[in-house]
């Protein structure tokens, strides 16, 4: 057996070791490794691939821009599988007119306030614990709640309560993954805010799904 080792610290890069010592370049802390003013990221939320980009915030999110208006903001130990892709909302094209063509960008004008253009959007906000499956898709102003589940390939808008299973194109909602109460509670408790020592103290109950020991932890 091992020796144990230390949980990774939150501005690792890679918090992930090989058998030889190497890190794994696959696997990244977030909030180290992306510096854009957008994005708003939490501690020891992590995205996986397998093949490792240069830029991994234009890889996740790759309409979300220095001077976007809106943000992507996603909390902490959040998990984000191979292939998730967030498309931010300067993404858009107007959709009221009778074209959704953006004239605005490609010349005849200065681009601000010009009527091809949509208004901004709003905030693509991700809670806390939240596992986003391969290749899913996080569509612009999507808030999903703490907790949530997302499955491989879905296709996610609008607003996803906390603790839900969601899955299909369009993403659904399958079903909560406890009972009304129970999110409640584990909502007000919010594991995700102590510090790392004392959530380590209480991975069985958390992971475990031991409300009565989380609560006395």
């Not at 020891?44 to 093949?51: E, F, G, I, L, Q």
């Not at 999507?142 to 907790?147: D, K, Q």
Request: glycine share 12%.
């Amino acid at each position: 057996m091992p020796d144990a080792r230390p949980f990774a610290r939150p501005d690792a890069a890679h918090p992930v070791p090989m058998p030889d010592g190497s890190a794994h370049p696959g696997t990244v802390f977030l909030k180290p490794v992306i510096d854009h003013p957008r994005w708003e990221l939490g501690d020891y939320t992590y995205a996986s691939a397998h093949h490792p980009p240069a830029d991994w915030a234009a890889q996740l999110a790759p309409y979300l821009f220095d001077f976007s208006p809106e943000r992507l903001v996603i909390g902490r130990f959040c998990q984000i599988a191979d292939g998730a892709l967030f498309v931010t909302a300067s993404a858009n094209h107007r959709r009221d007119g009778f074209s959704t063509y953006p004239f605005a960008i490609f010349g005849g004008g200065p681009v601000d306030g010009r009527p091809s253009m949509p208004g901004p959007g709003r905030d693509t906000v991700v809670g806390h614990d939240v596992w986003i499956g391969t290749r899913a898709t996080i569509l612009p102003g999507a808030r999903i709640g703490s907790g949530t589940i997302i499955g491989a390939g879905a296709v996610v808008g609008g607003e996803i309560p906390p603790y839900s299973l969601v899955a299909g194109n369009p993403g659904r909602v399958i079903r909560p993954r406890f009972d009304a109460a129970t999110v409640a509670r584990l909502l007000e408790i919010g594991w995700w805010d102590w510090s790392i020592d004392r959530i380590l103290a209480a991975e069985a109950a958390i992971c475990g799904g031991d409300l009565a020991a989380l609560e006395a932890a």
